[in-house]
């Protein structure tokens, strides 16, 4: 039952698995909970987009608005970059699942160009071998604004203490973005003094960090580009 499989996940699924390595998803879930099959990335407790720094991601169904609208530009340019992009790839697949540099080519465009499209109405299907397909679903339900600092929320629950910067570089989105949400979510985050310097936790999740035991658990192999190895950089220190 990989849905309720969902719900036991540790905390490194609040930000999502990255499946850009084929099949890292797949051994993420292994590393942390039992009974998992090579097919598990396939249930329908699970979908596959376009995630953060634009990286395939398989996330949980429920979760499609936090990973896709999210990550949505507020700009107009990006804004407008994103609902255009979606519509020319709804147009151009017509109801049906297409490679997508089928897609590509048939708009005259370069196939990473259709990543943009953070809308939360493209889906992917890669089996780790050959191209990715996409295909086009009504949009999620969902405030943008409410997406955005969920986003936010996650990114802290599991990478926190850290930084408008480090979210940047995680979501990829743009530094005027990132620095803005944090300012909104103000009153959830407190300030805390790390080795690189002043970052940020969420209040609720602080009475935790400070009372984390360490775990006699057995090491798990994890695979390239885990959650846990995400963080590049001075950031990646306070992991």
Do not use: C
Request: aromatic share 8%; no cysteine; charged share 25%.
């Amino acid at each position: 039952d990989f849905g309720g499989m969902t719900m036991q996940m540790d905390q490194a699924a609040l930000a999502a698995l990255q499946d850009s390595m084929p099949r890292a998803a797949v051994l993420s879930l292994h590393a942390r909970v039992e009974g998992v099959e090579p097919d598990a990335w396939q249930d329908p407790a699970f979908v596959q987009v376009w995630g953060p720094r634009y990286s395939v991601f398989v996330i949980a169904a429920d979760d499609l608005a936090v990973f896709t609208l999210g990550r949505l530009p507020e700009d107009e340019r990006g804004l407008q970059r994103a609902n255009d992009t979606a519509e020319r790839m709804l147009a151009a697949l017509g109801g049906d699942e297409q490679p997508f540099g089928e897609v590509a080519r048939s708009l005259g465009v370069g196939h990473n160009s259709l990543r943009y499209a953070t809308t939360g109405r493209i889906l992917l299907r890669w089996d780790g071998a050959r191209q990715p397909t996409v295909r086009v679903i009504p949009a999620p339900d969902a405030d943008p604004d409410e997406a955005r600092a969920e986003l936010v929320r996650r990114f802290l629950r599991v990478y926190g203490p850290a930084t408008p910067d480090a979210y940047k570089a995680w979501a990829g989105v743009g530094m005027r973005m990132a620095r803005s949400w944090f300012d909104r979510l103000s009153d959830e985050l407190v300030a805390v003094s790390t080795p690189i310097g002043v970052a940020w936790l969420l209040a609720e999740d602080l009475d935790d960090v400070f009372e984390a035991e360490k775990s006699d658990e057995p090491v798990r192999l994890l695979p390239s580009g885990d959650a846990y190895y995400l963080l590049q950089g001075e950031a990646r220190t306070l992991m």
